[in-house]
């Protein structure tokens, strides 16, 4: 069970990253349209970035993710005591959290509006930007956060962008004639673009840099029982993998006897 909860409170961390960055996108922009409460993304791209842009791949980490192999979770109990002693989903970590998604957010929206700046780009132009910038930085977030790779990880996470990118181009080659937000073709205009590019390219590695730098130090120099018993795992792995490898290539060299 405790165990359990350290996969529960990561599917909470990362969801809440996610819509807090969401949510603060869409505040950064207020402060430049007099808080009127317009949005520059789409009313549909609006509804389904939790329904399914972000939501499956939170819930496969978070049911397919793994600490620990069983033979290490019970050799040893102290690796339960994070769960048991609530030091996984703490205050501050709540609150870093949440300064956390304040940044990413800010780098998104004003990258975007940086490099847009003085430009001839619309407002739906500029909300595509935006969306699949902050579906993409969310799902690297959540890829650093995933610990143990299978395929079924692989096709939900990065399978999440390529949805919202084929939807996108399916979606914005139909006239809805929608009265607030005309996303017709608007897509396709923006690919034209290089500055669209560079923009979904340079904004998640300045929003996720100084994730994966805090990740690096509290690993390298303050890390728990659970990241030290990780690493050892690791380190086993690869010398197991490499005393296959030789045995196996001892065998193939062999030479048969003859009677």
């Excluded at 029982?225 to 490898?245: D, I, N, T």
């Amino acid at each position: 069970c405790a165990v359990c909860v350290c996969y529960v409170c990561v599917c909470c961390v990362c969801t809440r990253v996610c819509q807090q960055a969401f949510a603060a996108v869409l505040f950064w922009y207020q402060l430049f349209n007099g808080f009127s409460a317009s949005t520059p993304i789409d009313g549909v791209n609006l509804i389904i970035f939790n329904l399914i842009y972000t939501s499956l791949p939170i819930l496969v980490v978070a049911i397919a993710d793994q600490d620990l192999h069983a033979e290490t979770l019970l050799r040893d109990k102290c690796y339960y005591r994070q769960g048991q002693q609530s030091r996984v989903y703490t205050r501050w970590r709540f609150w870093l959290t949440m300064l956390d998604a304040l940044y990413e957010s800010a780098v998104v929206f004003f990258i975007a509006y940086g490099v847009y700046f003085n430009t001839d780009v619309g407002v739906a132009e500029f909300g595509v930007v935006i969306n699949f910038s902050i579906v993409i930085t969310t799902s690297l977030h959540l890829a650093l956060e995933t610990l143990h790779w299978t395929w079924v990880h692989h096709l939900i996470l990065w399978g999440s962008i390529v949805l919202t990118f084929t939807f996108n181009m399916i979606y914005m080659a139909i006239d809805t004639k929608q009265s607030i937000i005309d996303t017709y073709w608007v897509l396709y205009m923006a690919a034209t673009n290089t500055a669209y590019w560079f923009v979904l390219l340079i904004t998640p590695i300045i929003a996720l840099l100084p994730r994966l730098v805090a990740k690096v130090i509290e690993q390298e120099w303050f890390p728990s029982c659970v990241q030290q018993a990780r690493a050892l795992e690791g380190r086993s792995s690869r010398y197991q993998g490499r005393l296959l490898g030789r045995a196996f290539s001892q065998g193939l060299c062999a030479q048969p006897h003859t009677a």
